[in-house]
């Protein structure tokens, strides 16, 4: 891997398959937004301006000392071309490009991914980033970056100080308990590093162990923080698009979806991505029209 330090910013050389606006902005991190030439976020405390410029892949704010850990939170060292290859070589899935080209999953901060995604249960993108936004400046510690003020995301110590009452006032609603106690079992010693090493099954088991998590959520969780690629989560769009896709749009049973899931292997949560890309760009309308006839919200 090239990477070099140069003109106050970070750059990773010759990144193929990365399109950074849809990374960004394809349902699995909400904390980035459109800013200048790229993508304003703040990951880990550490804000910054992340855009492709060229061939490479820069980042304004990042130092030589945290190129290790922006490479990781980037997936920088997989080959996602190898990935988009093999996805195009099915007929099934070959329908997904080029909308989904270029999304890459982030190997985000495992806490923050426990309370996003608590947070996204039945909740559309734009709810989910307010209420996570008015979560951090509630209770998360300033940065001042490029002239705006962000927000890191709170500790646990912080999210499990606050009241269910002060959750509900920024937005949480029914998910302000379930915030709350996931943040106190993370206090209590639940290490979710140990949930890595795992299997895909007993990881999901032990995070349905928490307060209002339920398998999409688990699989959220474990795709978008605890590198385990073959979770798929399926919410809404992904029923339809599955259903669109491998059925013909009938209705399939839980054990067919299973096994339709099984078949695209260990990237089977990156391809998921693709898949949803391609359903949210499409929209309801059009993937109806493409033979799904019976399927329900």
């Given at each position: 891997?090239?990477?070099t330090?140069?003109?106050?910013?970070?750059i990773?050389?010759n990144?193929?398959?990365?399109?950074?606006?849809?990374s960004?902005?394809?349902?699995?991190?909400?904390?980035w937004?459109k800013?200048?030439n790229?993508?304003?976020?703040?990951?880990r405390?550490?804000?910054?301006?992340?855009?492709?410029?060229?061939?490479?892949?820069?980042?304004?704010g990042?130092?030589?000392?945290?190129?290790?850990?922006?490479?990781?939170?980037?997936?920088?060292?997989?080959?996602?071309?190898?990935?988009?290859?093999?996805?195009?070589?099915?007929?099934?899935?070959?329908?997904?490009?080029?909308?989904?080209?270029?999304?890459?999953?982030?190997?985000?901060?495992?806490?923050?991914?426990?309370?996003?995604?608590?947070?996204?249960?039945?909740?559309?993108?734009?709810?989910?980033?307010?209420?996570?936004?008015?979560?951090?400046?509630?209770?998360?510690?300033?940065?001042e970056?490029?002239?705006?003020?962000?927000?890191?995301?709170?500790?646990?110590?912080?999210?499990?100080?606050?009241?269910?009452?002060?959750?509900?006032?920024?937005?949480?609603g029914?998910?302000?308990?379930?915030?709350?106690?996931?943040?106190?079992?993370?206090?209590?010693?639940?290490?979710?590093?140990?949930?890595?090493?795992?299997?895909?099954?007993?990881?999901?088991?032990?995070?349905?162990?928490?307060?209002g998590?339920?398998?999409?959520?688990?699989?959220?969780?474990?795709?978008?923080?605890?590198?385990?690629?073959?979770?798929?989560?399926?919410?809404?769009?992904?029923?339809?698009?599955?259903?669109?896709?491998?059925?013909?749009?009938?209705?399939?049973?839980?054990?067919?979806?299973?096994?339709?899931?099984?078949?695209?292997?260990?990237?089977?949560?990156?391809?998921?991505?693709?898949?949803?890309?391609?359903?949210r760009?499409?929209?309801?309308?059009?993937?109806?029209?493409?033979?799904?006839?019976?399927?329900?919200t």
């Open positions: 891997m090239d990477i330090f140069e003109n106050d910013k970070l990773f050389h990144v193929e398959c990365f399109d950074v606006d849809k960004c902005n394809c349902g699995q991190a909400f904390r937004r800013f200048a790229g993508q304003l976020g703040i990951v405390g550490q804000a910054v301006l992340l855009w492709r410029e060229g061939s490479d892949i820069a980042i304004k990042a130092t030589p000392q945290t190129a290790a850990p922006w490479a990781h939170y980037l997936d920088i060292g997989r080959d996602y071309s190898a990935i988009e290859e093999a996805v195009m070589e099915d007929e099934r899935l070959a329908v997904c490009f080029p909308e989904a080209h270029g999304i890459r999953v982030f190997n985000q901060e495992p806490f923050e991914a426990l309370i996003s995604f608590i947070i996204s249960q039945n909740n559309n993108i734009k709810r989910i980033s307010g209420i996570i936004e008015r979560l951090c400046a509630l209770c998360g510690d300033p940065v970056f490029m002239g705006e003020r962000l927000y890191a995301f709170p500790s646990p110590e912080k999210i499990a100080g606050l009241s269910v009452g002060q959750l509900e006032q920024i937005g949480a029914y998910r302000a308990p379930f915030i709350k106690a996931a943040a106190e079992r993370i206090l209590d010693g639940f290490d979710l590093e140990t949930l890595r090493d795992m299997s895909l099954e007993e990881a999901r088991t032990e995070l349905k162990g928490f307060l998590i339920g398998p999409k959520v688990a699989d959220c969780i474990l795709l978008f923080s605890l590198q385990h690629s073959d979770a798929f989560p399926v919410d809404v769009w992904i029923d339809r698009a599955m259903k669109a896709l491998f059925f013909d749009g009938n209705k399939a049973k839980k054990a067919e979806l299973y096994e339709a899931v099984s078949s695209l292997g260990e990237y089977s949560g990156i391809i998921q991505q693709y898949i949803f890309q391609y359903a760009t499409l929209g309801r309308e059009k993937l109806e029209s493409k033979g799904e006839k019976n399927y329900s």
